[in-house]
């Protein structure tokens, strides 16, 4: 017996609705970071790095608001971030630049979208604090919005602030600390 296509059946067929499991590289970070967080036995050592959070917010002229939650999560989670890429690192050796990459491209979309000029510097500092939440409002769109998830709704926005205030510390986004 051959196979046959009904097309009165295609009309049903466009009910379904489909909804895409997410799978990238920040699902993979965000699920070493639980790993490491909840392993009581890890311990973390506080790295000393070249500057300071703070600097790097008042290079960009965050609005202070939104400068204690950068500096929170950056306090609370950069060596969590660091620890969970180093790990992910043994497998993907290209995880941290494809990181980086993703977080550029995302930070250049949004400026062109402003009508930003990437070395105005006076106004991407007038705009620093809109284009800090517009990444992390743009990243959970790409990668969450629509698609099944194994990572808790509520720790989603959590874990994506903490990857963006590492990926900001880097300066990987708005203006570098030379």
Known sequence: MRDSFNINTVGIMKNFDITMNEVSDISNIIR????????????????????????????????RSLADLIKRRHIDAYDIVEEA??????YD????????????ETYVNILINLELDSDDLIKI????????????????????????????????DTYISAITSYV???????????
């Open 85 to 90: 890429i180093k790990n992910l690192a043994e």
């Open 168 to 178: 900001f510390y880097k300066c990987k986004f708005l203006i570098p600390i030379e």
């Open 125 to 156: 500092k007038e705009k620093s604090g809109e284009v800090y939440r517009q990444i992390n409002l743009d990243i959970k769109n790409e990668l969450f919005e629509g698609k099944l998830s194994s990572i808790p709704e509520n720790k989603i």
């Open 93 to 104: 050796a290209c995880l941290r630049e494809d990181l980086y990459d993703f977080y550029y």
């Open 32 to 63: 070493q970071m639980i790993v490491v967080k909840n392993d009581k036995t890890r311990t973390i050592k506080k790295q000393t790095l070249p500057y300071s959070i703070e600097d790097k917010i008042l290079l960009n002229n965050i609005p």
